[in-house]
């Protein structure tokens, strides 16, 4: 499991090819909302949770997947982009695992992802 207390994640940037590293989890009726990519991890929203991506290992071949469900969500902030500051943030709080952070670079829609976490949260 990724160590998200310790790991310091690079930015994400909207990258939508990335969803296809997690496209044997999906469940059935799970849609794709929105993929991020930083240097070789990534996050990927679906309709129901949040795939975090750690790639492992000199070739990459080795991937660490986190399942973060959005019932499991106790708390949550959303920081948008500003004029100056073009960086957004999002804050999860989950019952068992604590604090989980993303950060991301650019234009993200993070409003439409906080929806459907306070959908399946609330």
């Known amino acids: 499991m990724i160590d998200f207390e310790n790991k310091s994640l690079f930015k994400l940037k909207q990258n939508p090819s990335f969803a296809e590293k997690v496209a044997p989890l999906l ?3 799970e ?6 990519k ?3 991890d990534g996050v990927v929203f679906t309709s129901k949770r949040i795939i975090a991506v750690n790639v492992q ?3 990459g071949s080795k991937k660490d997947f986190t399942s973060l469900p959005y019932k499991n969500i106790v708390a949550y902030s959303v920081e948008t982009s500003g004029t100056f500051d073009i960086d957004s943030e999002l804050e ?3 019952s068992a695992l604590g604090k989980v952070r993303f950060e991301f670079s650019g234009k993200a829609r993070l409003m439409d992802i906080a929806h459907y976490i306070g959908r399946y949260a609330l």
């Open 38 to 40: 930083s240097m070789r």
């Open 31 to 36: 849609e794709i909302l929105d993929s991020f």
């Open 92 to 94: 999860l709080y989950f």
């Open 27 to 29: 469940l059935d009726g």
């Open 57 to 59: 290992g000199i070739t």
